[in-house]
């Protein structure tokens, strides 16, 4: 199997990134709209403040909120610096998943991780849920993606999804039965089944590796700076996002180099 980036090099990455930018502008559409039980269809886009219809020039990834200085044009209210921080970090990674991707089918599976978990993440940052309408579609997807991967099988993508959802959800009733509390939500377990899907087995292990020592370190630096009693809660989901885009970089290298200290 060809690489995309082999064939098409800066051209087919610029692409890419434009590719990224525009959908991270749809992201922001779901960020906004998913928690509000709003349709993300219709209406257009319009300005959350005043209502008035954003015009389709003033809706152009990024550069609209420069020309615009963050705000908008009829009642000049300031739009969040989310959407084109949410739309540039899109497109990068659009650009630097076209970069590495072995295949075709390998892009999309990492397109799809990134842009699904950058939504996640602005939403459990926000309102600390994680929409299903986001998540269980993201699990056909993983699954339906392990057909075209170069990286890996649909058992692993199944296996992958079992593991994170299965895992979890372990975790979660042993700690809820332990600590008398919640301390995480089935929203994180449906999150972790989609990365299981899009990333298998390996990539589930890096993604709850990583996003538990950052989850930990960020939540003792909080209550450090804070003065927290540890029972602050943080959106778990936004480390496990940030976790699966960096595993979906990282975790096949971190898996080689690992399984060859055990010869
Ligand atoms: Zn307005």
Redesign the pocket.
């Known amino acids: 199997m060809t690489a995309p980036f082999e064939v098409y090099g800066v051209v087919g990455l610029v692409a890419g990134g434009v590719a990224g930018l525009l959908v991270g502008s749809f992201l922001n559409v779901l960020v906004h709209r998913l928690p509000r039980g709003e349709s993300i269809v219709s209406p257009g886009s319009r300005?959350p403040?005043?209502g008035?219809p954003v015009a389709a020039y003033d809706n152009v990834p990024v550069f609209s909120w420069i020309l615009l200085a963050g705000r908008?044009r009829?009642?000049k209210?300031p739009i969040a610096l989310r959407y084109p921080l949410l739309e540039l970090g899109n497109g990068v990674l659009w650009a630097l998943v076209f970069r590495f991707a072995p295949s075709w089918g390998d892009f999309a599976t990492g397109a799809f991780l990134c842009s699904a978990c950058l939504a996640l993440l602005a939403i459990d940052a926000q309102f600390y849920i994680l929409p299903d309408a986001i998540t269980l579609p993201g699990i056909a997807v993983g699954l339906a993606l392990s057909f075209v991967s170069a990286r890996r099988t649909p058992l692993e993508a199944l296996l992958g999804a079992a593991l994170g959802a299965g895992g979890l959800f372990l975790v979660a009733f042993v700690y809820e039965r332990i600590a008398g509390q919640e301390g995480m939500g089935l929203g994180d377990v449906k999150m972790l089944g989609m990365i299981g899907a899009l990333l298998g087995p390996s990539g589930v292990v890096v993604t709850v590796l990583s996003a538990s020592i950052s989850g930990t370190v960020i939540g003792l630096g909080l209550i450090l700076v804070k003065g927290g009693s540890g029972k602050t809660r943080l959106p778990f989901g936004v480390f496990l996002a940030l976790g699966a885009i960096g595993a979906w970089f990282f975790a096949d290298p971190l898996t080689e180099r690992y399984r060859a200290l055990w010869p």
């Open positions: 300005c403040s005043c008035a908008c009829s009642c209210a």
